[in-house]
């Protein structure tokens, strides 16, 4: 039998000096390997697409991280700092509403993980690196890029939920490389996770019987090395066969 077929969001990125629909492989070669799926990168045009084109030809989505902010405007508020990517944005809010709509899983990670909250009437706080009510969620900016995933924190395990069902376990160490995170959580997600300081870092649902689970941390980064991050994956492979 075939695998399910797993879409993946890409983001408008400068490749030199000209825009490209761009996908790290880390999430790409993270899912299809774990979760033993195939993959097809879902362009971030809404000028050119819609998640109507899209939503009947996947049997799921993965809304990955990216260096860009969901804009402001979206959840009520205004400024907010940089990059921006307008087109996701879009495509990716219009794509959780109508995999709901379909009954198909919808998985986030980090910016994904935002997205999702923002497109079901949740919020944004921007603070997560500078707050003196939270424990740094950013590692310093002058480090490496490697040295910036070693950035690490606890999150607590919901009892009952799906990630400590799967886990087995109460806690999870894992990586923090974001400056946004959860402000209020939209109605209807149940927190799976949070971070020592009552941060929000993992939720799920079952809205229209469409299977949502997001974290706000990243599972993709050293995959091959980490077997708790493995499970997210596997997850996500369960979720798209129906097994979850």
């Known amino acids: 039998m075939s695998r399910p077929v797993l879409g993946v969001i890409a983001c408008n990125r400068m490749v030199g000096s ?26 971030s045009l809404p ?7 899209v939503a009947p030809r996947i049997d799921g989505i993965l809304l990955t991280g990216s260096p860009s902010n969901v804009a402001t405007r979206l959840y ?14 879009e495509i990716a809010i219009s794509m959780v509403n109508r995999m709901i709509d379909a009954q198909k899983p919808v ?5 994904g993980f935002q997205e999702i909250n923002v497109a079901l009437g949740g919020t944004l706080r921007r603070d997560t690196s500078a707050s003196d009510d939270l424990i740094r969620h950013h590692a310093p900016d002058d480090v490496s890029f490697d040295v910036m995933f070693d950035h690490r924190h606890a999150v607590d395990l919901t009892d009952g939920g799906i990630l400590a069902s799967a886990y ?9 490389v974001h400056y946004q995170g959860i402000a209020k959580l939209a109605d209807g997600l149940n927190v799976e ?3 020592p300081d009552g941060l929000v870092e993992a939720y799920s649902a079952r809205p229209n019987g469409a299977l949502l689970l997001a974290v706000q941390w990243h599972p993709e980064w050293g995959t091959e090395n980490d077997p708790d991050s493995q499970t997210y994956f596997h997850l996500l492979g369960k979720a798209l066969r129906g097994n979850l």
């Open 18 to 43: 000209e825009f490209a629909q761009a996908v790290m492989n880390r999430y790409i070669r993270a899912a299809m390997t774990y979760a033993d799926v195939a993959a097809l990168i879902i362009p």
């Open 47 to 53: 000028d050119l697409m819609t998640a109507a084109d």
């Open 76 to 89: 009520g508020e205004d400024g907010g700092d940089g990059p921006f990517d307008d087109g996701r944005d």
């Open 107 to 111: 998985f986030g990670i980090c910016r």
């Open 168 to 176: 087995a376990k109460s806690a999870l160490d894992v990586n923090s």
């Open 193 to 195: 996770a949070r971070a």
